[in-house]
Structures are given as structure tokens and as C-alpha cells.
């Protein structure tokens, strides 16, 4: 692994658990065991560190979340899939929350790439969603998958603050409503951990 990926591995390991402005740039130079000059070689500044951590999250969490639906029959269990990922998720050890969420709720909307980025993992999760959602219910595939983003939210928010451990089987719940009746045979996703 390079200077530069130890860096991100280790900011974003420390930033989910922390929060991004209780851990300071030499706490990541300690934790990941470079020097300051190499820190500062890779990233000018911490914003500039942050953006590239959220990237880094984007990435991991889209690719297990395909994963993860891809191994589900197609249709209302890929759906279904979404949330299996998700409750997962939610019960991981060390869940404090969506990265994102989190990153503009500390630096606010207006911190340029950081709130730019997050709105980016929003879109491009919604943007995942109607792809699945095109399989099932091709007409109304757009605003099922803006409904199914917030549900996904709602329930990070809830299993957040609230502790709750049924968030995301509760968020199924209310949007399995919204989809037509189940194909036989529709099947379900394998037992995988998403950690």
C-alpha cells in the first residue's frame, strides 16, 4: 500500500469514529506512522484530506453495495437487497452515522469540495437505486428511488441518534408498500457481512 492510500485508510478509520474536527492532521500522522513532510506532500490541508477520505468511502461503499445486490435475483429482491445491505450497515461495530451527512453537518454547506462531495454519494446512490428500481417498476423508477434515498437516510439518522436496530427493516417495511405485488420466486440476497 502507498504513503498515500495509508493516510486516507487511516484518516477514515479515525474520522468515522471520531469526527472529523476532533481528530487533528497530527493524530493522523502518528496513528498512520509517516512523516509531516509526507503527509503534506499528499495533501496541502486537512479539507483537501477530508475530500479525499469521502471519495475513498464513495468508492467502498457503492462497490459493497453492487456486490452485495448483485448477488440477489433480479427485481423486487434486488430491492429488497438494499435494505439487507443496509441493516448490515447500520449493526457494523463502530457505526457513528453517514460520513457524509456528518462531514456537512461539521463543516456546513457552504465548505466547497466537502459538501460538493457529499451531494455527489447522495446522487450517485439515488442514481444506483433507479438503476435496480428500472428492473421492477420502469414508470415510476425516479421517484421511487428519491423516496427509497430518503428512506436509506431516515433510517441512518434513526439507527444514529436513536440507537434503533430495526431502522432498516422498518424502512423496508414502508417501501415494500410502494412496490408491486412480489413475483414468485423472487429470491433473497446471500448472508453476507458488509463491514
Not at 459493497?64 to 435494505?83: D, K, P, T
Not at 456528518?102 to 466537502?114: C, F, K, L, Q, T
Request: some cysteine; charged content about 25%.
Amino acid at each position: 500500500m502507498g504513503k498515500k492510500q495509508l493516510i486516507i485508510d487511516t484518516a477514515l478509520e479515525l474520522f468515522e469514529e471520531r469526527g472529523y474536527r476532533a481528530v487533528g492532521i497530527d493524530r493522523i500522522i502518528v496513528e498512520s506512522g509517516i512523516a509531516k513532510m509526507t503527509m503534506y506532500n499528499h495533501f496541502r490541508s486537512k479539507d483537501e484530506l477530508v475530500v479525499a477520505v469521502l471519495r475513498e468511502r464513495d468508492r467502498r461503499t457503492r462497490a459493497s453495495l453492487a456486490e452485495f445486490v448483485g448477488r440477489a435475483r433480479r427485481g423486487r429482491a434486488q430491492v429488497r437487497a438494499i435494505f439487507q445491505w443496509l441493516d448490515q450497515r447500520l449493526k457494523c461495530d463502530g457505526f457513528n452515522g453517514c460520513m457524509f451527512v456528518n462531514a456537512v453537518s461539521e463543516y456546513g454547506i457552504g465548505s466547497g469540495d466537502i459538501a460538493l462531495v457529499a451531494a455527489e454519494h447522495k446522487a450517485s446512490m439515488q442514481a444506483y437505486f433507479e438503476t435496480v428500481l428500472m428492473k421492477t417498476v420502469p414508470e415510476g423508477a425516479n421517484a421511487l428511488a428519491r423516496q427509497l434515498m430518503m428512506l436509506v437516510d431516515g433510517a441512518t439518522v434513526s439507527a444514529q441518534v436513536s440507537r434503533r436496530s430495526d431502522s432498516a427493516d422498518l424502512a423496508w417495511e414502508i417501501f415494500s408498500r410502494l412496490l408491486p405485488e412480489p413475483s414468485p420466486g423472487s429470491g433473497n440476497a446471500a448472508d453476507r457481512r458488509t463491514c
